[in-house]
């Protein structure tokens, strides 16, 4: 059983930044791709960035790329989504998640808000 701890939501003012962590109760951490998606009321989940388990290889949505960064700390089960230059169209839950590849995320967290004021 894979539980995923999410925090660091909040309300921020446009152009600062919020830390995003997900603390993950697994066995073979180390061995799972982790990755970050969000949806906004009205909108399709979107998928934002995700890390390989060998941490060698990232993505990021074109929505982010350039202000988000995501990393892991496989001695800590633990994996971040580092937001800067917060926009208002940022404003959705965020949901981490892992998976055996970067192509089958199976297991979530409970979601967390992020809210972003002009």
């Known amino acids: 059983q894979v539980q995923l701890v999410e925090s660091g939501g909040g309300l921020v003012q446009a152009g600062g930044s919020l830390r995003l962590s997900c603390a993950v109760s697994?066995?073979?951490?180390?061995?799972?791709?982790t990755g970050w998606f969000r949806q906004a009321p009205g909108k399709e989940r979107e998928k934002l960035a995700y890390?390989?388990?060998?941490?060698?290889?990232?993505y990021y949505a074109d929505s982010v790329k350039g202000r988000f960064t995501i990393s892991r700390d496989n001695a800590k089960n633990t994996f971040y989504l580092q937001m800067n230059s917060l926009k208002s169209e940022d404003t959705a839950v965020y949901y981490c998640?892992?998976?055996?590849?970067?192509?089958?995320?199976?297991?979530w967290g409970q979601g967390t808000q992020v809210t972003v004021s002009s």
């Open positions: 998640a892992v998976g055996v590849t970067s192509n089958s995320f199976t297991s």
């Open positions: 890390i390989t388990a060998s941490g060698f290889y990232t």
């Open positions: 697994i066995q073979t951490f180390s061995r799972v791709a």
